[in-house]
């Protein structure tokens, strides 16, 4: 089955940064755009980026355009979020998801998520 | 970029009753390949987020067909037939047209 494993979460400084990563097994990950989406505490779903499944495209929310770097290596079947000059609002569970959609809609998957927390 | 809007953001319901959200986009969803990536996903309680609905009215797979779909334009709505215990949640309409995704602000539904 699909399984999708986010590391790399902890408390860090403002200023500061951190890098996620996310694991998969059960998929041909090479075949597949990914995207982070994040939470805040007690608050809701915000799309973060996405890369293409062989990385040549990237997209990025404005809040985090210019700080934030995804990326992915398809040998190690893994998705990256490298996030820089971390602030107090990027205090959130990141997401790592495949929601592909476009003739077809197949199942989308979700991991746990990994909760990355900015703080003085 | 583009807003969702979901209405409303609270929905207590009685179980085997009837629910609906609805979701207002800023501008219109349509690809320029016609289609129109709108999506609602479900969360429940301690869990990450799942799709129910994509494309406006398709339900993912494993979906009961109690969850439904419909719209068009800018206007598009999430419906329950008859609300279940497991359907307690918050429901999230998302736009996957135009860069970059948003989703709406969730709507919590909740047993009387």
Not at chain 1, 52 to 65: E, F, L, P, R
Not at chain 1, 91 to 115: E, F, S
Not at chain 2, 6 to 18: A, C
Not at chain 2, 55 to 78: E, Q
Request: charged share 20%; net charge neutral.
């Amino acid at each position: 089955q699909v399984q999708l494993v986010e590391s790399g979460g902890g408390v860090v400084q403002p200023g500061r940064s951190l890098r996620l990563s996310c694991t998969a097994s059960g998929l041909t990950f090479s075949s597949h755009g990914m995207h982070w989406v994040r939470q805040a505490p007690g608050k809701g779903l915000e799309w973060v980026a996405v890369i293409s499944h062989d990385g040549s495209d990237k997209q990025y929310a404005d809040s985090v355009k210019g700080r934030f770097t995804i990326s992915r290596d398809n040998s190690k079947n893994t998705l990256y979020l490298q996030m820089d000059s971390l602030r107090i609002e990027d205090t959130a569970i990141y997401y790592c998801a495949k929601m592909d959609c476009g003739p077809d809609c197949p199942l989308d998957y979700w991991g746990q998520g990994t909760l990355a927390t900015v703080s003085p | 970029d583009i807003v969702m809007t979901q209405s409303p953001l609270s929905l207590p319901v009685t179980l085997g009753q009837p629910a609906s959200i609805s979701c207002r986009s800023s501008q219109s969803p349509v690809h320029s390949d016609g289609t129109t990536y709108l999506h609602w996903f479900q969360q429940r309680p301690g869990q990450s987020p799942r799709r129910l609905i994509n494309k406006i009215s398709n339900r993912d797979a494993g979906v009961p067909d109690r969850f439904s779909g419909s719209g068009s334009g800018t206007d598009f709505t999430l419906k329950i037939s008859r609300v279940e215990a497991e359907d307690v949640g918050v429901y999230y309409c998302m736009q996957g047209t135009h860069w970059p995704w948003t989703f709406g602000q969730g709507t919590k539904v909740e047993i009387k």
